[in-house]
């Protein structure tokens, strides 16, 4: 089959993931195709915080535990090696350009063996001061807004398969 098509058939959403960190070359692999993604009026307004750090990794957790009064322990990033942030500060289409730039990442990643997840916490959190603190001390500009974020790292779990996916979606007039 068509690697492409391969790649977009068999991606899912990782959620246990190995200690072994992503290298640098598949990073920036990854971070390259994402800046490849079409943006509303090729603004490209996205910025992407990679987070590999061990303390901030666990800075995120703590904040994100908090602000949730969850258990200290509640991870909603899998405790992957490799958490990226993607923020946009485009006046256009900033969701769906950032969106895009995730899938990119998820299929690139995919495509090099890495698995991924969308991470939907950090942006229901925008708001709150002790997360706007913390998209301070990661560099988060100030002038983006923070639309998702992605799990990276190898998949310590069983391969998922697909959901099964809805029918009648698809109208083809011809
Ligand atoms: C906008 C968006 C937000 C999501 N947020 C989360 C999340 O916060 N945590 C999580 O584990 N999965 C999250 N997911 C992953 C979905 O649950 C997953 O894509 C869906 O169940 C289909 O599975 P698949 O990705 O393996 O095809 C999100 C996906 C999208 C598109």
């Not at 391969?6 to 959620?15: D, K, M, Q």
């Not at 899998?78 to 350009?97: L, W």
Request: net charge negative; hydrophobic share 35%.
């Amino acid at each position: 089959m068509n690697e492409v098509i391969n790649s977009i058939l068999t991606r899912r959403s990782i959620r246990k993931y190995k200690e072994t960190q992503v290298s640098d070359e598949e990073l920036n692999n990854i971070l390259e195709c994402a800046q490849y993604a079409p943006s509303g009026m090729n603004n490209q307004g996205w910025h992407f915080t990679v987070v590999q750090n061990k303390d901030m990794l666990k800075k995120i957790k703590t904040v994100v535990s908090e602000a949730l009064t969850k258990p200290a322990d509640f991870d909603p990033f899998y405790n992957s090696p490799t958490i990226i942030i993607v923020s946009n500060s485009s006046n256009i289409t900033p969701e769906a350009d950032s969106a895009l730039a995730i899938e990119n990442i998820f299929l690139s990643a995919h495509s090099l063996g890495l698995g991924s997840c969308w991470i939907n916490i950090l942006n229901g959190l925008r708001d709150n001061p002790k997360v706007q603190e913390l998209f301070k001390e990661l560099q988060i500009p100030e002038n983006s807004t923070v639309y998702g974020s992605v799990s990276l790292g190898y998949n310590a779990g069983e391969e998922p398969s697909a959901p099964p996916r809805k029918t009648g979606t698809v109208t083809i007039l011809k």
